[in-house]
């Protein structure tokens, strides 16, 4: 079974430059999460998709981050303009449906390196 | 509010025994998970406490007080590739399946 897909690997922009990272979640999953990882720092959840629908964006910094799940399978994060402070690992997650256990996988994530 | 504990880091002797510890202090709780991280690397499942006790799973064992909101995860007979980050993330039992996740313990383990 082929694990969550993300890409690009690494990026590294300017300070207020666009950028965009692309996920593809296990096939059949219907929960798809993004969360930021900074350096030294445990995973932070951005936002929680059940199928194409948000499920929870309550901590997405709504004025230069935007995501979208078109389909209900792949997505994409969006951040404009980039700070400093963007810098971190973006890692995208897959589950099969919400519920009592319902184990999250991972993807490798893209590391983010704001200039 | 959220907040999870757990130490910063930890070192220990191949072939021996590590107990992390996490506290945590969270709005709910439906479950609690322990993720391993290597460096450079995605999370991966180690294992999953809802119940008080003890789960086991080979050389890996974790353990639930809710409680006390304290867990543990075990690890024996360590091998160098244990060498990693350990998080600890509890699901607060809002709606949908978010996990808060503590800061992770670094493991170093030495020859």
């Known amino acids: 079974e082929a694990g969550v897909a993300q890409s690009p690997r690494y990026k590294i922009i300017e300070k207020r430059q666009s950028v965009a990272f692309w996920c593809n979640p296990i096939?059949?999953?219907?929960?798809l999460y993004w969360y930021q990882q900074i350096l030294g720092q445990g995973p932070k959840l951005l936002i929680q998709f059940q199928n194409n629908g948000v499920v929870d964006d309550s901590q997405l910094p709504k004025d230069r981050f935007s995501a979208e799940r078109l389909k209900g399978v792949d997505s994409t994060l969006k951040i404009q303009p980039a700070k400093l402070e963007d810098s971190a690992v973006y890692l995208c997650?897959?589950?099969?449906?919400?519920?009592?256990?319902?184990?999250?996988?991972f993807g490798p994530g893209t590391r983010l390196t704001v200039l | 509010g959220q907040n999870i504990d757990q130490p910063t880091e930890m070192t220990a002797t191949e072939g021996a025994i590590v107990q992390i510890n996490c506290t945590y202090q969270t709005s709910g709780f439906n479950g609690l998970f322990w993720y391993q991280q290597h460096a450079g690397e995605a999370p991966t499942f180690l294992s999953y406490n809802v119940l008080d006790g003890l789960e086991e799973k080979g050389r890996f064992s974790s353990f639930l007080s809710r409680s006390k909101g304290y867990s543990y995860l075990l690890l024996k007979e360590l091998q160098m590739k244990d060498s990693a980050s350990y998080l600890c993330?509890?699901?607060?039992?809002?709606?949908?399946?978010?996990?808060?996740f503590g800061a992770g313990t670094i493991l170093r383990v030495k020859s």
């Open positions: 997650a897959s589950s099969l449906v919400m519920g009592q256990y319902n184990e999250q996988f």
């Open positions: 096939s059949g999953h219907a929960t």
């Open positions: 993330a509890v699901r607060p039992g809002e709606y949908g399946n978010k996990l808060v």
